[in-house]
């Protein structure tokens, strides 16, 4: 928890937020992330100044545990002084014991937000689903939360001025509003109509110009001019050295980091048909497709079809 601190920005975090996305795809199946479509709705999460404290966290904590589907899982909320802004001891279960930050008993509007990733860690717990070293799993559970429609939460609670400053979570702003806009993309969902927090909406809205890049890339048809330029060039180079695999940097880009890579289909000899792999702007699963052209791809994890031009 960032409090009258400085808050992180841009997104120092990108490649395991993208890799979180691909490991819930894989983990939970296309089906089940669709049973998310709807997020959790401001109003079964308020909280009023003049609700009690423990009782209200209470309900809050059972409304997101019927969200996230973890109907014989029990909260049982406390609150304590702390670093953190919450802490969940995560045991076998049915009972979980979350602690939350002083701060919130006088902070009450972002107590949702707060059980909203301390919830998250238990559903990730039950599923077996985990990055290594703390930090890429705190990611992994920012990611999740965000991507399963309880994030916009984290983001709304980010809030800075020139006197003060409070952010949840360990994703920076700008990474919440990525992972929230690929979820709008995906869902046809607008969460910005939620937002208190003007810095949050600013937030989503440079997640959105970045989440919206990932579906203009090569050889995506979608793609700008430079980056179907940039991708011809560095075809005929891959062409020209069909003798193994070569990544697109490494095939006429000046060094430049490209997304996406040549190599030949599996022949032993290296001589195969060229293909070219870039990941799925949806789920950021890797897709081989032929260099032929126009091509019709489907996403095998999250079902999306793309329209390459490769």
């Given amino acids: 928890m960032a409090q009258d ?45 003049t609700d009690d404290l423990h009782l209200g966290a209470q309900r809050v904590a059972r409304e997101l545990v019927r969200h996230y589907r973890l109907p014989d899982a029990r909260m049982i909320v406390g609150f304590r002084e702390m670093t953190h802004a919450a802490n969940v001891e995560l045991a076998a279960g049915p009972e979980y014991f979350i602690e939350l930050n002083d701060r919130f ?37 920012d990611t999740a939360t965000t991507y399963l429609g309880a994030g916009w939460l984290l983001l709304d609670a980010y809030r800075e001025d020139a006197a003060s400053s409070q952010k949840l979570g360990y994703l920076t702003p700008e990474e919440f509003g990525y992972v929230l806009a690929k979820r709008a993309l995906v869902f046809g969902e607008d969460p910005s109509i939620w937002f208190t927090s003007p810095q949050a909406y600013e937030a989503y809205t440079r997640g959105m ?32 050295h069909h003798t193994g695999p070569a990544s697109g940097s490494a095939a006429g880009s000046a060094g430049s980091k490209v997304p996406y890579s040549f190599m030949p289909d599996g022949a032993s000899d290296g001589h195969g048909p060229l293909r070219v792999s870039f990941p799925c702007p949806t789920c950021h699963q890797r897709i081989r497709v032929p260099v032929k052209g126009r091509v019709r791809a489907r996403c095998g994890l999250c079902r999306t079809v793309l329209e390459c031009d490769t």
């Fill in 5 to 49: 601190g400085p808050v992180e920005h841009g997104y120092p975090h990108l490649e395991t937020v993208r890799a979180a996305v691909t490991a819930l795809y894989k983990r939970l199946s296309y089906d089940t992330v669709q049973t998310f479509s709807t997020s959790v709705l401001p109003a079964d999460v308020a909280f009023a100044d």
């Fill in 105 to 141: 008993r006088t902070h009450r509007r972002d107590i949702g937000a707060a059980l909203a990733h301390e919830v998250m860690h238990v559903y990730l717990h039950r599923l077996d689903l985990s990055f290594p070293g703390t930090r890429d799993n705190e990611i992994l559970t």
């Fill in 209 to 240: 110009a970045k989440a919206r890049s990932d579906e203009q890339q090569p050889p995506l048809t979608a793609a700008g001019w430079a980056g179907r330029r940039r991708y011809a060039r560095d075809r005929r180079h891959a062409q020209a």
